[in-house]
């Protein structure tokens, strides 16, 4: 396993870690290797809760100003 940096984990990076997980449980119980190709795409909670945890772990909870 690759260690990025030895800083420890914060909150955020928790709650994505566990959205990770949700979310590849998903795909396994549906048979698929994205959540583009399930009929419930656009509606998906876990799915939209899931792209907040992204944002919020790279934002750490900061709202405006975030740039990729």
Avoid: A
């Avoid at 190709?37 to 975030?66: A, P």
């Amino acid at each position: 396993m690759q260690k990025i940096d030895s800083k420890e984990k914060d909150r955020f990076e928790f709650h994505l870690d566990e959205m990770i997980v949700k979310v590849e449980n998903c795909h396994k119980e549906k048979n698929l290797n994205s959540c583009s190709k399930c009929e419930h795409y656009l509606n998906c909670e876990l799915r939209t809760d899931y792209v907040k945890s992204v944002y919020n772990s790279m934002s750490k909870g900061d709202t405006g100003g975030f740039e990729f």
